[in-house]
């Protein structure tokens, strides 16, 4: 994918984030077009370092690293970028991003039935597995904290 494609689709799931932001969270789009426009920027140059930089590191490795360098207590602005990204809902960023896994998917239905049934099988474990650990390591957490 070329780098404007990928600018295209992140702008695209910019404004799907933003009207979702305003159904669930309440949040103007335009209040909440700061922090949109800081994470689209992060992600449009972590995809583009992952392309430019000979290394073979996926483009989720550059986003995130940056995403944390640039939120780190004491790094020039820090507290300016995570008061803005504050104002978008992490699930209204999920739901486009569903979609397009959905659109994907359907895409390839050929693929995913060549898979048979040993996939839904696979699906079910991963999805109690993540669901059960995660159940455990808030439970030890909030043990932790004194919370119950």
Known sequence: MKLKDSAIVLLIT????LIGNLVSKGTSPIEALPGMLILVGVSFIGIALAKVVPFKI???AYIVTLSTIITV??????????????????????TPILAYAGIYTGKNIDSLKKTGWRIFVLALVVMVGTYIGSA???NVVLKMLGQI
Not at 73 to 94: E, Q, R, T, Y
């Open 136 to 138: 455990i390591i808030a």
């Open 14 to 17: 910019a404004f799907i984030s």
């Open 73 to 94: 207590p004491g790094f020039p602005g820090a507290a300016v970028i995570s008061d803005f990204v504050s104002k978008v809902d992490f699930l209204a960023l999920c």
């Open 58 to 60: 996926p483009s989720v």
